[in-house]
């Protein structure tokens, strides 16, 4: 009873929950910010994000008459869910060990594309034409982004495994721990290429320019969020700001999990600002400077850059 107790804090307090949204939403405001200042315009406060997600709280919830009401209500429930669970697995060296000891890249790499099969499950459950179409984007870019997430995961896994004698070693607490102890596999040449297949991998996750394909404002105008409104489509909102919490910190946790002392406020911030690198050089420098990718663009870049970048890395851990 305890262990469960204690699991829930995690998912709802730190670092899931109420930690991982409140960073997920000052990177949110910081990437709107910077990205503006690029861009020569002032750009909105940091705290946005904050004022949108209350303003959509405060907004009457309303239900397209032919649509599947249960499917359109549950849709951002599950894509909030799923993302707050995922933050739990997620370990912040010196401060928190994650969630569980088995099988973490794999429970994530699982639990990752809930939330865009929950923008398919309500685009398609809205019964607008423009969310159909929404649908099919979603489908085709998870499909083309987790191949080459899969393949990272495995270099990593391999790599970690190999050198403790353990075969291949999924649990995310103990890649994390090795790396404490011999170093970050960041700056081993031989994952160089797996890094950099992750940060091409970020802004297709979460659904930035280039790769905002399936939301095109100017195209399907949001597409599958396009009849959400409210409490709803905050919902949204917030899942996709635990969203980039969760991505940014197994970039970290994968790559770069190095302390800088004992306390652990310090560790955390160090965390912190190791993620809020990782998302101006993955995220806000890339849609600062490209514009929208058509879908078969994306798709074939995902089969190919990245995919290429992972199994270069993949083979070299294999062969070595």
């Not at 050198?163 to 090795?178: D, P, Q």
């Amino acid at each position: 009873m305890g262990d469960i107790l204690l699991a829930v804090v995690h998912m709802c307090i730190f670092p899931g929950g109420v930690f991982a949204l409140a960073v997920g939403m000052l990177f949110k405001g910081i990437d709107r910010r910077v990205e503006a200042r690029l861009q020569r315009r002032v750009g909105p406060p940091l705290i946005q994000p904050w004022l949108d997600v209350a303003k959509l709280l405060t907004k009457e919830t309303l239900i397209p008459r032919t649509a599947c009401k249960s499917a359109f209500l549950l849709a951002p429930v599950v894509g909030f869910a799923g993302m707050a669970v995922c933050a739990a697995f997620i370990p912040v060296p010196g401060v928190f060990q994650g969630l569980f000891n088995m099988g973490d890249l794999l429970v994530l790499f699982y639990l990752l594309p809930i939330p865009a099969i929950a923008m398919m499950l309500g685009g398609s459950a809205s019964s607008s034409p423009f969310g159909a179409v929404g649908f099919s984007r979603e489908m085709l870019m998870m499909l083309a982004y987790e191949t080459p997430l899969l393949i990272v995961l495995l270099a990593v896994a391999m790599l970690v495994g190999k050198a403790a004698g353990t075969g291949a070693e999924f649990s995310l607490l103990n890649v994390v721990g090795w790396q404490l102890e011999n170093g970050s596999i960041g700056f081993n040449p031989i994952m160089i290429p797996a890094f950099a297949a992750y940060l091409m991998f970020l802004p297709g996750t979460m659904g930035v320019a280039p790769f905002d394909i399936p939301e095109a404002e100017t195209e399907i105008i949001e597409g599958p969020l396009l009849e959400y409104g409210g409490p709803l489509l905050a919902l949204f909102q917030i899942g996709t700001a635990l969203k980039s919490f969760v991505v940014l910190g197994l970039g970290v946790a994968m790559f770069f999990p190095g302390t800088i002392g004992d306390f652990w406020l310090f560790n955390l911030l160090w965390f912190c600002l190791k993620c809020l690198l990782l998302m101006l050089l993955a995220v806000t420098l890339v849609k600062s400077a490209t514009a929208r990718f058509r879908i078969e663009q994306a798709f074939r870049f995902y089969v190919t850059v990245p995919t290429v970048l992972a199994l270069i890395s993949l083979v070299l851990v294999w062969a070595m």
